[in-house]
């Protein structure tokens, strides 16, 4: 076993430890999730954040020019020959503030970290990037994942540069054309099952043990370390600074599992003396982790969640045939594959969770695109759930908030267009799914004849 870095159950209780190239992400043990773990004394980590951005101005290196890499010592479980990028991380905090008033923040205090602009448009990049480095360190040729979208494209863009075969496993209907469409061009072979997105994660994982395929989904902890530079990335845009709090969308909850280690391990090496308030916002009709903690009151607990809890749970979401039904299809997700991790989180950073309507989300959305960055619709279930803080009261108007912003616009445009244009969205099958009867802020396209006075009309109306 590798004296830097290895593999560790996240279960304090249990403790097991494998190899860092094990590939089997499971405790051996209990069967839980799995940590990578590191010595730090034997890794020279900087004394101080600001230090990483001696690398920035270093762009034709291409370890430096990433946004993962950049921090590699914080994530050090390969050989710097074996890191793979496609120059991802080159992301921003955007001061954003045009949603001051929306959301009833200080104009200085409300920021937005756009994922969008990574190579295939979402956060998973960041995430690829360390998986693709374990899959190519242990030497795996063929890869695999179950996807609502964002996961299908950023696997199926970086398979394609590494020269590795892809398998994405999708649901029926399950997907936005946008994302589908990134797949089927970079390549992917794509898999489209009869049902949700929690069945595709069930055969992926018996079809990836059968065939021998590398996992690629956020139950892979190496992809969680990519994804832990999202945080080291925010800071650096607050002058290495720390928010008061984190905001972002709860889907399968890698994100917010990786955020919580990160900060975690930041306090551990005394990189920071002080850890942000973190809140995971799901949508209203995919709201298993709201349910579970707000309502149920499931607790990390030192790793103790009590397993009898969640099964009771999901045996009656079974009973009930109570599937997720979300507009914001990033995050319509039953069954959360980093549940204990994402509990984990909640404790390190006195997290909460909260749910938000459909209709919240899509003002929302369409609240960040007047401020210049798109985003998809699960990225804007964060600004509204700021929104629906501030309100109770939990967030003060002086405090400073980052909102995650998962992805670009253009992964689901359909939903964006449908806003904006449709007069009766009640009328269309999909948002009478979802419940949706009104929207706020749509800015319809004005029809006119091909007739210069009634367009001069038209434009100064």
């Given at each position: 076993m590798s004296e830097v870095a290895w593999q560790e159950c996240i279960n304090p209780a249990c403790g097991a430890k494998v190899d860092v190239e094990d590939q089997s992400f499971a405790c051996p043990k209990c069967g839980g999730?799995?940590?990578?773990?590191?010595?730090?004394?034997?890794?020279?980590?900087?004394?101080?954040?600001?230090?990483?951005?001696?690398?920035?101005?270093?762009?034709?290196?291409?370890?430096?020019?990433?946004?993962?890499?950049?921090?590699?010592?914080?994530?050090?479980?390969?050989?710097?020959?074996?890191?793979?990028?496609?120059?991802?991380?080159?992301?921003?905090?955007?001061?954003?503030?045009?949603?001051?008033?929306?959301?009833?923040?200080?104009?200085?205090n409300i920021f937005l970290q756009y994922e969008g602009l990574n190579p295939s448009g979402s956060f998973k990049d960041n995430g690829m990037a360390g998986a693709f480095t374990h899959a190519k360190m242990v030497g795996a040729k063929k890869v695999a994942c179950a996807s609502t979208g964002n996961t299908s494209a950023a696997v199926a863009l970086f398979a394609s540069a590494a020269q590795m075969k892809a398998v994405v496993f999708i649901g029926s209907g399950k997907i936005a054309f946008g994302k589908l469409a990134q797949a089927l061009d970079y390549g992917a072979k794509t898999i489209q099952i009869e049902g949700d997105f929690d069945v595709c994660m069930q055969r992926v994982q018996q079809v990836a043990g059968k065939l021998g395929l590398y996992m690629m989904n956020s139950i892979n902890p190496f992809r969680l370390e990519g994804q832990k530079t999202i945080m080291y990335r925010v800071m650096e845009g607050l002058n290495w600074q720390v928010p008061d709090w984190i905001i972002c969308p709860g889907g399968n909850l890698g994100n917010s599992s990786s955020f919580g280690k990160a900060f975690l391990e930041l306090r551990k090496l005394k990189l920071i003396d002080r850890v942000p308030r973190l809140a995971v916002i799901n949508a209203a009709g995919a709201d298993t982790l709201y349910r579970l903690v707000e309502k149920e009151g499931m607790k990390w607990n030192d790793g103790a969640c009590d397993p009898e809890l969640e099964q009771r749970f999901f045996e009656q979401m079974d009973a009930e045939k109570r599937g997720?039904?979300?507009?914001?299809?990033?995050?319509?997700?039953?069954?959360?594959?980093?549940?204990?991790?994402?509990?984990?989180?909640?404790?390190?950073?006195?997290?909460?969770?909260?749910?938000?309507?459909?209709?919240?989300?899509?003002?929302?959305?369409?609240?960040?695109?007047?401020?210049?960055?798109?985003?998809?619709p699960a990225?804007?279930?964060?600004?509204?759930?700021?929104?629906?803080?501030?309100?109770?009261?939990?967030?003060?108007?002086?405090?400073?908030?980052?909102?995650?912003?998962?992805?670009?616009?253009?992964?689901?445009?359909?939903?964006?267009?449908?806003?904006?244009?449709?007069?009766?969205?009640?009328?269309?099958?999909?948002?009478?799914?979802?419940?949706?009867?009104?929207?706020?802020?749509?800015?319809?396209?004005?029809?006119?004849?091909?007739?210069?006075?009634?367009?001069?009309?038209?434009?100064?109306?």
């Open positions: 999730l799995m940590d990578v773990k590191y010595e730090w004394k034997l890794i020279p980590v900087p004394k101080r954040m600001k230090e990483f951005a001696n690398r920035w101005g270093q762009r034709n290196e291409p370890l430096n020019f990433s946004g993962v890499w950049r921090f590699r010592e914080l994530l050090r479980f390969a050989p710097e020959k074996d890191m793979v990028t496609l120059g991802e991380g080159q992301t921003i905090l955007q001061n954003a503030r045009g949603l001051a008033d929306y959301v009833d923040v200080e104009p200085h997720a039904k979300t507009l914001a299809s990033a995050i319509e997700i039953n069954r959360p594959v980093n549940l204990p991790k994402c509990l984990r989180a909640l404790a390190v950073c006195d997290g909460l969770v909260r749910t938000v309507s459909e209709e919240e989300i899509l003002d929302a959305k369409a609240m960040v695109g007047r401020t210049g960055l798109g985003c998809e990225s804007a279930a964060s600004v509204a759930g700021l929104r629906q803080l501030r309100g109770e009261g939990i967030i003060g108007k002086n405090e400073k908030v980052v909102c995650i912003l998962t992805g670009h616009a253009l992964k689901d445009p359909n939903v964006t267009v449908d806003y904006h244009k449709e007069e009766n969205l009640g009328a269309m099958e999909k948002y009478q799914r979802v419940g949706v009867k009104k929207v706020s802020f749509a800015n319809r396209p004005v029809l006119v004849a091909d007739d210069l006075e009634e367009i001069i009309k038209a434009v100064q109306e």
